[in-house]
């Protein structure tokens, strides 16, 4: 398949998604990947009174969100099955 990278030392049909993979983590529904620090994203949101009408920056902090079944390029075992 063109675009797919498959990690070095990979095996074929050995189990390395991220169901298996000790990064692997929940927030609320969503599977997310542990293996860095969360992504900082800066959003500008409205202020409340007094200052209607006028924009303040509003960090979020989240890891990224993953797909259980892909193949994990920085797998490290010892995830829940």
Do not use: K, N, W
Not at 7 to 32: I, K, T, Y
Not at 40 to 69: C, D, K, N, S
């Amino acid at each position: 398949m063109a675009g797919l990278i498959i990690p070095a030392g990979a095996r074929p049909g050995a189990a390395r998604s991220c169901r298996q993979c000790r990064f692997h983590g929940l927030e609320g529904p969503d599977v997310v990947c542990r293996r860095y620090p969360p992504q900082v994203t800066v959003v500008m949101v409205p202020q409340p009174a007094p200052r209607v009408g006028q924009l303040a920056p509003q960090p979020f902090a989240t890891f990224p969100p993953v797909v259980p079944e892909h193949v994990c390029g920085e797998f490290a075992a010892g995830g829940r099955a």
